[in-house]
């Protein structure tokens, strides 16, 4: 089966960085997706790793070790608006995703 | 914005009812998803299709039916509803791979009595 783990709250401070962590365990890796989802509304996707390293979109990165089974998301000059879920979801060969359950993230002023 | 439509987008109802959720794609995309998400939880997969009439079941199935007889409609039926299905229910969509990002809709906040 799959476990993926993310810590359940963060809080930060505008203008700050931030980084977002990730484990999984499972079998038949295939990608991982971060999405953005904000307090009563639908889940935005915001970056897909499939190879180690990072990806840099903007103000937001995201870095995968396959090895590890680790990834991160970090956001850079955060601005309120970064207030919401993060949630970071695994795809296998099969191509189902499994969500973990998301991490909070406040921004304070 | 992916063109997705969940209806209706509220619902209350009485334990033992039948309930069907309906997703609309305008996308002509082959995949699409239901899911619950529950307060502090992720999502959970109820059941996804990869073509008309094909479907399979997610980690969640019980209790719940799909049906997809065109491509652009996708249905999910609680047989008789329970309280603990009391839930938001997210559909998606993608396309073909797996490096392919799901769209949501705007989600259907049901509640059964």
């Known amino acids: 089966g799959q476990n993926i783990d993310q810590p359940t709250e963060m809080t930060a401070t505008e203008g700050a960085i931030v980084q977002i962590n990730c484990t999984y365990q499972t079998s038949g890796f295939n990608g991982l997706f971060w999405y953005q989802q904000h307090a009563g509304e639908a889940p935005t996707f915001l970056s897909y790793n499939v190879l180690d390293g990072l990806e840099e979109k903007g103000r937001f990165s995201s870095f995968l070790s396959r090895s590890k089974g680790y990834s991160y998301l970090l956001l850079k000059e955060l601005q309120m608006k970064d207030s919401a879920s993060y949630l970071c979801a695994v795809i296998t060969n099969a191509g189902k995703s499994t969500f973990g359950d998301g991490t909070t993230l406040t921004v304070k002023p | ?113």
């Open chain 2, 1 to 113: 914005d992916a063109g997705i439509t969940q209806s209706p987008r509220h619902k209350v109802t009485e334990t033992g009812t039948p309930v069907t959720l309906r997703c609309h794609q305008t996308e002509n995309h082959r995949y699409m998803y239901w899911y619950r998400q529950d307060p502090g939880h992720g999502l959970r997969l109820i059941h996804y299709s990869y073509g008309v009439k094909d479907t399979d079941k997610g980690e969640v199935s019980d209790g719940y039916s799909v049906s997809r007889s065109k491509t652009e409609d996708f249905l999910l039926t609680l047989e008789s509803a329970t309280s603990s299905q009391t839930s938001v229910y997210f559909c998606a969509i993608s396309e073909q791979g797996l490096n392919q990002p799901q769209h949501f809709g705007d989600g259907t906040r049901l509640s059964i009595l």
